[in-house]
């Protein structure tokens, strides 16, 4: 019998490793022979550990399962499917997972994340077969064509920056993935990481012939060891069989990949810092022009993706740019993988086309909020993006309709606030976090957000707070538009959202700080 429990971070931490012992352990007395294959997680966080077994009618879901029901199940004939009451059924008929329309998280949680031959019979390598028979020109039009557009926040086309880096003249060109996933609520990149690596280097592979790069580099944060070792595993698997290399896939053409870890600065998930950062200096942000498709590592033409702009690549490639383009809506195509935390019943990844509003995904996927209080904030895009309010769930998620209510869609991240939410403490933590992560490059950002936690306290100390309210505006009107990069320019949004649609917050007076 065929088992499947996955081994990402989150399961980890709930213990799917002592599930996977007590597993065999327990097979192992009942003299029942079984092959428990380690998975990524299908994105489904609440139900962690979810284990599943293979039965003629297709694998059969239980969950969150502990160490100590394990017994239990056994003996209930898990081995058969058969019932119990952590037993949830098909998977993919469970309404959370049958929703989505999953084409870049499509094969995460089923495969073995380390077995190129379980990639290739999912439909792996598919994409990279098709661009090595259309060739670079046509490849870097097909991505621009899909309407892809960068998943790390800044939504910028994909095309336009592989025509950038095509169209330069160097002798070497890089490609490097932006793996630095540290904003508050996401996740999706560490998923893929350590659920379906190979999609990730497929990506980056096509991005190499198609630019004329046969360098690529994945910076990944030092938070996330189980991505670093899953990936570096699957890049030494993908060597070996000649996936990476000097002849990617016999073809003649050279593309070699590396993965190097960060040392923990949220500024390096910016573009420019990112690079200084990998060449060996601390992280602070280089102005542009030049930018970085022209002149970028080590002074030569790079393309910078994030892992999910890379990873939607080989769909776009073994499908058809129109059939990913068909997805979504206005000018955000394809899909996005969005990713539910904070206080949320029902936390995890919900890849689905541009579209849906956020009532669908907090209320239909989430359930609400974990604590059963009324919902009052939502903070979409990280903890530089914008808190809405409950009335405001209706807006559609794209990257224009978020622009256009003063919020940015960001990498996806959506985090659930209840009522017991302080927004002007939520407001001050904005400016705490700038004043923590600012690179101190330039003015606006590196003082500004010191004074803006200042200014915020007389105002929660219910000192002149109209004053200082006025202040505060000036401050963030004064950091959006002086600020060399997003993290200071950026920060306002937050601060000024929670000031917009929450004034009664910043109206209480002295109420203590935590
Ligand atoms: Fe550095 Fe902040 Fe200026 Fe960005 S805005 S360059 S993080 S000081």
């Known amino acids: ?29 009942r003299g029942r022979p079984v092959t428990l294959t380690r998975t990524g997680s299908r994105g489904l966080l609440w139900l962690e550990p979810l284990l599943e077994v293979e039965t003629p009618a297709g694998r059969i879901a239980y969950g969150p399962v502990a160490p100590e029901d394990v017994e239990g199940l056994l003996d209930a004939g898990l081995l058969q499917g ?25 094969r995460c949680g089923l495969i073995d994340p380390l077995s190129l031959d379980e990639y290739r019979a999912t439909g792996g390598l598919r994409g990279l077969e098709a661009a090595l028979a259309l060739g670079g020109a046509a490849v870097v039009e097909a991505v621009a064509a899909s309407g892809l557009r960068g998943r790390g926040g800044a939504g910028f086309p994909t095309g336009i920056k592989w025509r950038s880096v095509r169209a330069a003249e160097a002798a070497q060109k890089y490609v490097v993935c932006n793996a ?19 999609t990730l280097i497929e990506g980056m592979a096509i991005a190499g012939l198609a630019t004329g790069a046969t360098q690529g580099y994945v910076y990944i944060r030092s938070e996330y060891p189980l991505a670093w070792r899953s990936l570096n595993a699957a890049i030494a698997v993908a060597e070996a069989a000649g996936l990476l290399g000097a002849s990617v896939l016999g073809s003649g053409r050279e593309f ?6 960060g040392a923990g600065a949220y500024i390096c998930g910016e573009e420019t810092s990112l690079l200084e950062s990998l060449e060996g200096r601390r992280g602070i942000v280089r102005a542009k022009p030049p930018i970085p498709a022209l002149r970028g590592l080590f002074g030569q033409p790079t393309l910078i993706n994030n892992v999910l702009s890379f990873a939607a690549v080989p769909w776009i490639l073994a499908h058809g740019a129109a059939a990913y383009a068909e997805c979504g809506m206005g000018r955000s195509r394809g899909t996005m993988p969005f990713q539910l935390a904070g206080n949320i019943r029902r936390g995890g990844l919900v890849e689905l086309g541009f579209g849906p509003t956020l009532r669908a995904l907090v209320e239909e996927f ?12 939502v903070q979409v895009g990280g903890p530089l993006g914008a808190y809405f309010p ?8 794209d990257y224009e309709a978020l ?8 990498h996806g991240g959506i985090v659930v606030f209840d009522d017991t939410v302080d927004m002007a403490r939520q407001a001050r933590f904005a400016f705490e976090f700038c004043a923590a992560e600012s690179c101190g490059k330039c003015t606006p950002c590196r003082i500004g957000a010191v004074r803006g ?16 309210l006025a202040l505060v505006e000036d401050l963030c009107e004064v950091m959006r538009d002086g600020s060399l990069c997003a993290m200071g320019g950026l920060t306002p949004l937050p601060v000024m959202s929670a000031l917009t649609h929450f004034p009664e917050d910043f109206r209480r007076g002295a109420a203590p700080l935590a």
């Open 1 to 29: 019998t065929r088992l499947f429990l996955p081994r990402d971070s989150v399961a980890e931490a709930l213990g799917a490793g002592a599930v996977a012992r007590a597993l065999l352990e327990g097979a192992r007395r």
């Open 453 to 468: 936690v200042e200014v915020i306290d007389r105002v929660i100390a219910g000192r002149q707070p109209a004053r200082n």
């Open 256 to 261: 070699r990949l590396e993965a190097r870890l």
């Open 82 to 106: 058969a019932p119990h009451p952590l037993r949830l059924g098909r998977p993919e008929e469970m309404p959370f997972l049958a929703r989505q329309q999953r084409l870049t998280f499509a």
């Open 390 to 397: 409950e009335r405001l769930l209706d807006l559609p998620l």
């Open 403 to 410: 622009a256009g209510a003063g919020g940015m869609l960001g």
């Open 180 to 198: 630095d996933e540290g904003d508050s609520g996401t996740f999706a990149d560490r998923l893929l990481m350590e659920g379906d690596p190979f």
């Open 366 to 377: 989430g359930g609400g909020t974990r604590s059963g209080r009324p919902l009052r904030a």
